[in-house]
C-alpha cells in the first residue's frame, strides 16, 4: 500500500493499530463511565445522600470522569496539549454537538432554579479561564488555582443542593435513581471496576490518539479537540438524550452544565498541575477558546430564562447549535490542511 504524502510516509496499515486503541478505547470509556456514574450514584444513595445532592455532584463529578482521566493520563506521559484540547473541546461537543441533538429529540424547557444560578456561574469560569491563559501559558501555581475553584464548586453546589428542597432537579434525579436501583455490594463493585475500567481504557485511548497525532503530523491540542473529545463526551450525549426523551429536561441540561464546569475547572487544573504548559498553541485564545465562550453564551442565552419564564431551547435553536459545531470543525480541518 502506498504511502500518502501528508501522513509523513506512514501507511494505512501501519496506523491499525492505533485506530483499534482510539476505538477500543472509546468503547470501554463509555461502557465504564456508565458503570462508574451509576455505582458511585447508588453507592451515594445508600449512604443516604440526599438525591439532588448526587444528581449535582456524584453525577456531575461521574460524568467528567472520562475526561479528568484521560487528561491526566495525557499529562503524565508529557502530552499537556492533548488534555487542554481535550477540556476545551469537550465543552464545544457538550454545548454544539450533544445538547444541539438533544434539543433536536425533544425541545427542552428548562424549569430548575439550581441550573439557572449555575449559567451565569458557567460563564464566569469560563472568563476566569481565558483570563489565565491570556499570558500564553499555564503554570502549577494557576492550575491550583483552577483546583482550588473546583474545590469551591463542590462546597458551593453542597450548599446549593442541601437549600434546594423541591427543585425540579431533585424529582427528575430521584426517578432515576429509583430506575437504577442496585444493592449495595453490586454498587461498591461498579464503583471500583468503573474507575480501574476508565483508566485502562483512558491510557489505550490516549496511547493510540498520541500515535495517530504523531503519523498525521497534527498537533495534540487538535486531536483532543476533535477525536478524544468526542470521545469523552459520549457519555454527556447518551445521558442527555435519554433523559430529553424521558421528559427529564433539567437533567439534559444540568449534566452538560456541570460537566462543562467541571471540565474548566478540575480537568484543566488537574492536566497543568501535574504537567505545567509554559507555552500555549496560539490557536488556544484565538480559536477555540472564544468558540467555546461563544457557544457557552449562546447556551446561557437560550437556557437562562428571562421575565419569569423558563428557559427553552428548541428544535430550530438546537439545529443551529449542531451546525455551528460542524462549521468550528470545518475551520480545524482548514487550519490543519494548510497549516
Same mark, same amino acid.
Given at each position: 500500500?502506498?504511502?500518502?504524502?501528508?501522513?509523513?510516509?506512514?501507511?494505512?496499515?501501519? @496506523?491499525?493499530?492505533?485506530?483499534?486503541?482510539?476505538?477500543?478505547?472509546?468503547?470501554?470509556?463509555?461502557?465504564?463511565?456508565?458503570?462508574?456514574?451509576?455505582?458511585?450514584?447508588?453507592?451515594?444513595?445508600?449512604?443516604?445522600?440526599?438525591?439532588?445532592?448526587?444528581?449535582?455532584?456524584?453525577?456531575?463529578?461521574?460524568?467528567?470522569?472520562?475526561?479528568?482521566?484521560?487528561?491526566?493520563?495525557?499529562?503524565?506521559?508529557?502530552?499537556?496539549?492533548?488534555?487542554l484540547?481535550?477540556?476545551?473541546?469537550?465543552?464545544?461537543?457538550?454545548?454544539?454537538?450533544?445538547?444541539?441533538?438533544?434539543?433536536?429529540?425533544?425541545?427542552?424547557?428548562?424549569h430548575?432554579?439550581?441550573?439557572?444560578?449555575?449559567?451565569?456561574?458557567?460563564?464566569?469560569?469560563?472568563?476566569?479561564?481565558?483570563? @489565565?491563559? #491570556?499570558?500564553?501559558?499555564?503554570?502549577?501555581?494557576?492550575?491550583?488555582?483552577?483546583?482550588?475553584?473546583?474545590?469551591g464548586?463542590?462546597?458551593?453546589?453542597?450548599?446549593?443542593?442541601?437549600?434546594?428542597?423541591?427543585?425540579?432537579?431533585?424529582d427528575?434525579?430521584?426517578?432515576?435513581?429509583?430506575?437504577?436501583?442496585?444493592?449495595?455490594?453490586?454498587?461498591?463493585?461498579?464503583?471500583?471496576?468503573?474507575?480501574?475500567?476508565?483508566?485502562?481504557?483512558?491510557?489505550?485511548?490516549?496511547?493510540?490518539?498520541?500515535?495517530?497525532?504523531?503519523? @498525521?503530523?497534527?498537533?495534540?491540542?487538535?486531536?483532543?479537540?476533535?477525536?478524544?473529545?468526542?470521545?469523552?463526551?459520549?457519555?454527556?450525549?447518551?445521558?442527555?438524550?435519554?433523559?430529553?426523551?424521558?421528559?427529564?429536561?433539567?437533567?439534559?441540561i444540568?449534566?452538560?452544565?456541570?460537566?462543562?464546569?467541571?471540565?474548566? @475547572?478540575a480537568?484543566?487544573?488537574?492536566?497543568?498541575?501535574?504537567?505545567?504548559?509554559?507555552?500555549?498553541?496560539?490557536?488556544?485564545?484565538?480559536?477555540?477558546?472564544?468558540?467555546?465562550?461563544?457557544?457557552?453564551?449562546?447556551?446561557?442565552?437560550?437556557?437562562?430564562?428571562?421575565?419569569?419564564?423558563?428557559?427553552?431551547?428548541?428544535?430550530?435553536?438546537?439545529?443551529?447549535?449542531?451546525?455551528?459545531?460542524?462549521?468550528?470543525?470545518? #475551520?480545524l480541518?482548514?487550519?490543519?490542511?494548510?497549516?
Amino acid at each position: 500500500m502506498l504511502a500518502i504524502d501528508w501522513m509523513r510516509g506512514v501507511t494505512v496499515v501501519e @496506523l491499525i493499530p492505533a485506530l483499534a486503541a482510539i476505538i477500543g478505547g472509546f468503547v470501554l470509556l463509555v461502557w465504564s463511565a456508565d458503570r462508574f456514574v451509576e455505582g458511585a450514584a447508588a453507592t451515594a444513595g445508600h449512604a443516604g445522600m440526599p438525591s439532588l445532592l448526587i444528581g449535582m455532584v456524584i453525577v456531575g463529578f461521574g460524568t467528567s470522569a472520562p475526561e479528568m482521566v484521560v487528561s491526566a493520563m495525557a499529562a503524565l506521559d508529557g502530552n499537556p496539549d492533548l488534555a487542554l484540547g481535550n477540556a476545551l473541546g469537550s465543552n464545544i461537543v457538550n454545548t454544539g454537538l450533544v445538547l444541539g441533538v438533544t434539543a433536536l429529540v425533544a425541545p427542552i424547557a428548562v424549569h430548575s432554579k439550581i441550573i439557572r444560578r449555575e449559567l451565569p456561574l458557567l460563564f464566569a469560569i469560563g472568563l476566569a479561564t481565558g483570563a @489565565l491563559f #491570556w499570558d500564553g501559558a499555564l503554570s502549577r501555581m494557576e492550575s491550583a488555582l483552577l483546583l482550588a475553584g473546583f474545590f469551591g464548586l463542590i462546597g458551593w453546589s453542597v450548599v446549593a443542593a442541601l437549600r434546594g428542597h423541591g427543585d425540579p432537579l431533585e424529582d427528575e434525579t430521584m426517578q432515576e435513581l429509583k430506575a437504577h436501583a442496585m444493592t449495595l455490594g453490586r454498587a461498591v463493585f461498579w464503583l471500583l471496576a468503573g474507575l480501574v475500567l476508565l483508566v485502562i481504557s483512558s491510557r489505550v485511548l490516549v496511547w493510540g490518539a498520541v500515535s495517530v497525532a504523531e503519523a @498525521l503530523g497534527v498537533s495534540d491540542l487538535v486531536i483532543g479537540l476533535t477525536i478524544v473529545a468526542l470521545g469523552t463526551s459520549l457519555p454527556e450525549l447518551a445521558a442527555s438524550v435519554m433523559a430529553a426523551r424521558k421528559g427529564e429536561h433539567d437533567i439534559a441540561i444540568g449534566n452538560l452544565v456541570g460537566s462543562n464546569m467541571f471540565n474548566l @475547572l478540575a480537568v484543566v487544573g488537574i492536566a497543568g498541575a501535574i504537567t505545567p504548559m509554559p507555552a500555549l498553541a496560539p490557536a488556544v485564545l484565538t480559536r477555540d477558546w472564544p468558540v467555546m465562550m461563544g457557544l457557552m453564551a449562546v447556551l446561557f442565552l437560550m437556557a437562562y430564562g428571562f421575565r419569569g419564564r423558563p428557559g427553552r431551547i428548541k428544535r430550530l435553536e438546537g439545529a443551529l447549535l449542531v451546525l455551528a459545531f460542524a462549521a468550528y470543525n470545518l #475551520w480545524l480541518v482548514a487550519s490543519v490542511v494548510g497549516g
